[in-house]
C-alpha cells in the first residue's frame, strides 16, 4: 500500500474541511425569507380553511409536506414505506347491549337507571366489598378503600354530578385505588333523560387512548336507596352529612361493567421523513426536528371564531411558520455534501390543537425505539414579535440548553438571540409537541416567538409573518441541528429534570 507524505495527509484534511464547509454555507444560504413567506402563503391560504384535524384540508397539507420531503431526498419514514403516518380518531359513546351494572340481584341496563360517569373501556365486570363514603370535604386521614367499589355521596350539581367544591374530595378516592365508583343521582326523570343524552353528545378522540381509566357510573338515587336501606343504610341521610369524608362497608354486593364502541371513526395524519446519518456507530440514533400543520380550522367545524366576514382562522403563525422552517430545514440538510453522524428525522405532526394528539401517536409510536431519539427540536410559533430574539423553553433541563448558548455565540451574523421563557405561569412547556417527546424521556427545546393578539383567530394572516426573523432563525437551529448530529455524546437531562418530568432517576 503506497504511503502519503504526512503534508499531503494534512492537505487532504484540510481540503475536506474545506469542501465541508462551503456544502455548510450553500445549505444554510438555502433557507431564505423568500422561501418561508411562500411556504407559509401556502400552508396558509384560504383554500386549506385552517387545517382543521381532521379535515381534507389537513390531508391536503400533509400531502404538500410529503411531497417536498420526497423532492428533496428524504426517507419515508411513516406508514409501510409512506411519509404518511395515520392514526385513528374514534367518536366513543356507551355500548348499552354490552355494560351493566347489578345491585344486590337486580341487574340495571345502562342507559336506563346507570349510565357512565366516564367512558371506560373495563376488560372485565368489577366488583368487590362495598364502601360508602359520604362527606363534604377531605377526610382526616386516608380511607382505606383499595380494591372496593364506592358508593360516592357527595355535594352534587343539578344533573346529580359531583359538584365542582366535591373535586378534592373525588380525586382523593379516585387516587385511593377503588375498583369502581358508583355516584347516586337524585334527579327527576327530565333531568336523568338529559343525563343519559349528554353521555352519547362525544366528540372525535385519539382511538389509542379510548377507554382507559376508572369504571365510574352514575345510577338513580331511587334505585341504590332501597337496596342500601335494607342492608340498615340511610342514602338521604348520608347526603345531607357535612364534614370530612367517612367511610362504611355495607353488605350491598354490587358489579360494574362500562363498555364503549366508536359511534364514528376518522384517521389524521403525521408526516415523516428521514435523512440517514453518516457514522454506522451512531446513525441508529436520531434527532427529531418538528412543528405541527394543524389549526383551529372555519366558523362551524372546528374551533375558529368568526370576525366580521372573515370565518377562516388561517394560522399563518400558528403553525404554518413552525411547518415551514421544518421544510427549510428538511432541504437544507439534504444538501449537504457530508451527512450529519446521526440521522435526522424532520416531522410533521397534526392535532395538536385538539391535545397534542399526533405528537402523542408519533411519540408512542416511532420509526425507531424511542430511547434511540436524542433530541427533539419543536417550533411552534416562530414567525412575529421580536426582530432579533427567540425563546427557547426547557434548555435548562437538559445539555442542549449549553449546545444552544455555544452555537448562539459562534453565529453573531445571525442577529437572533436567545432567551429563557419569560412567562412561566402559561405553562408553555406542557404545551406543544415537544412535551410528548419529553415526558417519554427525549431532551427538548421548544423555539417559540410568544403570543399576540391574532392568536386562534382569524386574523392570523401570512403578510404579518416576520419571515427574515424566522429565516435567521431557521439558520440557527440548523447549525444547533448540525452541531448535536455530530457532536460526540448525545445530549443529557439534567438529573433533577429527568426526575420530575419523566419520573424516576437517571
Known amino acids: 500500500m503506497p504511503r502519503f507524505p504526512h503534508c499531503a495527509l494534512i ?14 454555507e450553500r445549505a444554510v444560504a438555502s433557507i431564505t425569507a423568500a422561501d418561508i413567506a411562500a411556504r407559509i402563503g401556502l400552508l396558509a391560504h384560504d383554500s386549506l380553511r385552517g387545517r382543521f384535524t381532521p379535515s381534507p384540508e389537513l390531508d391536503q397539507a400533509a400531502a404538500y409536506v410529503a411531497s417536498e420531503f420526497a423532492r428533496v431526498g ?84 343539578s344533573t346529580g354530578q359531583p359538584a365542582a367544591r366535591a373535586r378534592p374530595l373525588v380525586l382523593a378516592v379516585q387516587q385511593a385505588g377503588p375498583a369502581a365508583i358508583v355516584i347516586p343521582a337524585d334527579v327527576s326523570d327530565g333531568v336523568w333523560s338529559q343525563v343519559v343524552a349528554q353521555r352519547f353528545r362525544t366528540s372525535l378522540g385519539p382511538a389509542w387512548q379510548r377507554g382507559g381509566g376508572l369504571p365510574s357510573v352514575l345510577v338513580r338515587e331511587r334505585v341504590l336507596a332501597p337496596a342500601l336501606s335494607a342492608a340498615g343504610f340511610d342514602l338521604a341521610a348520608a347526603r345531607r352529612a357535612d364534614g370530612p369524608a367517612q367511610a362504611r362497608t355495607v353488605n350491598v354486593p354490587i358489579t360494574v361493567l362500562t363498555r364503549t364502541r366508536a359511534a364514528e371513526s376518522a384517521r389524521a395524519p403525521n408526516v415523516a421523513g428521514l435523512l440517514r446519518g453518516s457514522d454506522p456507530a451512531v446513525a441508529d440514533e436520531m434527532i427529531v426536528l418538528s412543528a405541527h400543520m394543524d389549526h383551529v380550522g372555519v366558523t362551524g367545524v372546528g374551533r375558529c371564531r368568526a370576525v366580521g366576514a372573515d370565518s377562516i382562522c388561517n394560522g399563518a403563525d400558528d403553525n404554518a411558520s413552525g411547518t415551514a422552517s421544518v421544510l427549510e430545514l428538511a432541504e437544507a440538510f439534504a444538501a449537504l455534501e457530508t451527512r450529519p453522524r446521526r440521522s435526522v428525522l424532520f416531522v410533521t405532526v397534526s392535532g395538536e390543537e385538539r391535545g397534542l394528539w399526533g405528537s402523542d401517536y408519533f411519540a408512542a409510536h416511532p420509526p425507531v425505539p424511542i430511547g434511540q431519539i436524542v433530541a427533539n427540536l419543536n417550533l411552534d410559533m416562530v414567525g412575529r414579535n421580536w426582530p432579533d430574539t427567540i425563546v427557547a423553553i426547557g434548555r435548562e433541563h437538559s445539555d442542549l440548553g449549553a449546545t444552544l448558548a455555544r452555537v448562539e455565540a459562534a453565529h453573531p451574523e445571525l442577529g437572533m438571540a436567545v432567551r429563557d421563557d419569560p412567562w412561566p405561569t402559561e405553562r408553555f412547556y406542557y404545551r406543544s409537541d415537544h412535551y410528548n417527546f419529553a415526558r417519554r424521556g427525549v431532551p427538548i427545546l421548544f423555539f417559540f416567538s410568544g403570543p399576540h393578539e391574532d392568536y386562534h383567530r382569524p386574523s392570523d394572516h401570512n403578510e404579518k409573518i416576520d419571515a427574515d426573523k424566522q429565516a435567521r432563525l431557521t439558520r440557527l437551529i440548523f447549525y444547533l441541528a448540525l452541531d448535536v448530529a455530530n457532536a460526540p455524546e448525545r445530549p443529557a437531562w439534567v438529573p433533577t429534570s429527568y426526575e420530575a418530568i419523566v419520573g424516576g432517576s437517571r
Open 74 to 157: 428524504l426517507e419515508p419514514a411513516g406508514d409501510r414505506g409512506a411519509f404518511i403516518q395515520w392514526y385513528r380518531l374514534d367518536r366513543p359513546i356507551p355500548d348499552t347491549a354490552a355494560s351493566y351494572v347489578t345491585v344486590g340481584a337486580q341487574r340495571l341496563h345502562m342507559g336506563g337507571d346507570a349510565i357512565p360517569w366516564m367512558l371506560v373501556d373495563a376488560a372485565a365486570p368489577v366488583t368487590g366489598r362495598t364502601v360508602l363514603v359520604h362527606g363534604t370535604t377531605l377526610p382526616e386521614h386516608p380511607l382505606d378503600l383499595a380494591g372496593a367499589v364506592v358508593i360516592l355521596v357527595v355535594p352534587a350539581q
Open 11 to 24: 492537505a487532504l484534511a484540510l481540503t475536506a474541511t474545506a469542501t465541508a464547509a462551503r456544502s455548510q
